[in-house]
Each structure stands twice: as structure tokens, then as C-alpha cells.
């Protein structure tokens, strides 16, 4: 599990050092955009080894997960750079797996059939 990774491609993306100690919102959105990336591209790291890295304790990331989607909804680019910090790390979510799959399988059909 590459969490500095994560750390670097968010902190390159939002301009932002999620590392230093600061409550400014821009550092509270950024380092909430790393635990959300990093949760979703590991959902089954625990919440100490995400914020480990931070020296974050776990229910500080569990506080900035469960509040993500308010930080979202009052910053739209937060959806954006969740994106492109995913598309960074070659992230494919189970959805897409599936409908690419889906596609083949379909294809593999149509082959059969005509």
C-alpha cells in the first residue's frame, strides 16, 4: 500500500502541503481529498495506517471521511481532483471492471450467436 503516493499526487494536484499541521480549510480539504482517494483505493486499510503517514490519529481521518461529502458539496472542484488523483494511480472502479466486462462477454455473445 503506496500512501505516499497518494500523499504526493494530492499534495501536486491541490497545490496544498497536507503534511505541515494546519486547520486553513484548503489544507482540511486536501488532506480529506488524500484519506477519500486512499480509502477508496484501499478500502480495506484501517483508518490508523491511512492517517499514519499525517501522524493523524484515526478518528481524525474518520471525522474528515464522514464530513467529505459536505466539503464536496461546498467545494465542487473536490470531486474533480478526487478524480484525477484516482486516474493518477490507474485506479478502475469495480463498476468499470464490470462494464468492461460486460462488454467482452456481450461481444464473445454476439460471436456465438451470428
Known sequence: M?????IEIVEEITQTNIVKESRVREVVEARALYYKATK?????ITLEKIG?????????VRHLLLNYDMYEKHNPKLNKQLKQVLYSLDYKSKESIIDE???EVIEKLKLKLF
Open 40 to 44: 477508496t483505493v484501499y478500502p480495506n
Open 52 to 60: 499514519e503517514p499525517l501522524n493523524k490519529k484515526h478518528c481524525s
Open 101 to 103: 466486462n460486460k462488454d
Open 2 to 6: 503506496d500512501t505516499k503516493r497518494i
